[in-house]
């Protein structure tokens, strides 16, 4: 295996200065271009890369962006960490992604790892075991150390950064009114991510809309145990008296149609049913679920966005605002 080659070495064989070979590489207008051509061909010759930490201690920027995520399994982020990877490798940035797992010790970890390590920015989707336990004292070090932080669709106000949601609440109030419109009254609303603040906005939506309807009754299910979702759901579909559900996440969704399919409901007849994320389970469903879509890839390229225009300096005189991304309603064959 031919060795690395430096620097050094190249100004050596090619008896030039450092400099003369470091201002050829980056084509300056003032080496000749025959110089130029000589450095160049025998850079390519060895392979010749530049020494990154090198390069970032002098710049002082790693052209990195830390992602911290709570989970990848999930459709949505997954779509989401596509669109910010898209949109960071077009401004010519790399990306480190961690995934908590949710949990708050990881996220801790991990982002004093990626701090140390001296990333330029983070890109944030809180864990729920943060937002339970309301804890941010390490964003608040990143805070103190000026390094920029873009939080995205599960976020805090108690962090002064850059946000990037969507309209939770009201993609809600437009779920639960086309279930009522399409004549719906005793209405479900089942999560199994009831401790997040995506979830919470989404129950605040659902109930502006229900708290003022005399002709609807609303019901709710929180389940929060991963291996008893099925059989909860199963038991609460069996026991209510119910013509629809929105399931305010789609693992819920989904459940819900399974489970109402297996005690011999018809859907959408005897129930309708709606969920949040239009990721594969929606898709797949049997019949296909309808869904509130919020448009994952374009939220996490508008994160990436506002970051690499701080890190680049496009911002002028920068206060931090949250920007709101429009949900769709997409409608399919779980409902009338």
Known sequence: ????????????????????????????????????????????????????????????KT??????????????????????EQEASKRGYKIVTCITNE??????????????????????????????LNKFDHYQVLNRDNVPVV??????????????VVDD??????????????GCTRIAMITTIGDLSVAKLRLEGVKEVTDNNEKVSLIELSVKDADTFENKIENFLKNNDIDAVLGLDETAAAVTIN????????IPSDISVIGFTDGLLSK?????????SQHAEDLGARAAQILVNQLDDLTENHKTKTEVIKTSLIVRDSTN
């Open 169 to 182: 609440k009201e993609a809600s109030k437009n779920a639960i009114q086309y279930l009522i419109d399409t």
């Open 103 to 132: 949990s708050y010790k990881k996220e801790v970890e991990y982002v004093e790892m990626l701090n140390y390590s001296s990333v330029d920015g983070f890109i944030v989707a809180l864990s729920q075991e943060t937002q339970v």
């Open 259 to 266: 489970m109402s399919l297996k005690l011999g409901y018809k």
């Open 151 to 164: 939080m995205f669709d599960r976020v805090s106000d108690e962090i002064d950064c850059d946000k990037v």
């Open 63 to 84: 052209k990195t962006i830390g992602i911290i995520l709570p989970e990848i399994l999930n459709h949505f982020f997954a779509k989401a960490l596509f669109g910010i």
């Open 1 to 60: 295996m031919r060795k690395k080659v430096t620097l050094k070495q190249l100004a050596k064989e090619l008896n030039l200065s450092i400099s003369t070979v470091s201002k050829s590489l980056k084509n300056d207008p003032e080496i000749s271009q025959k110089t130029i051509n000589r450095v160049h061909e025998l850079a390519n010759f060895y392979n010749y890369k530049p020494n990154a930490l090198a390069v970032s201690l002098k710049s002082n």
């Open 284 to 292: 797949h469903s049997y019949p296909k679920l309808t869904t509130v």
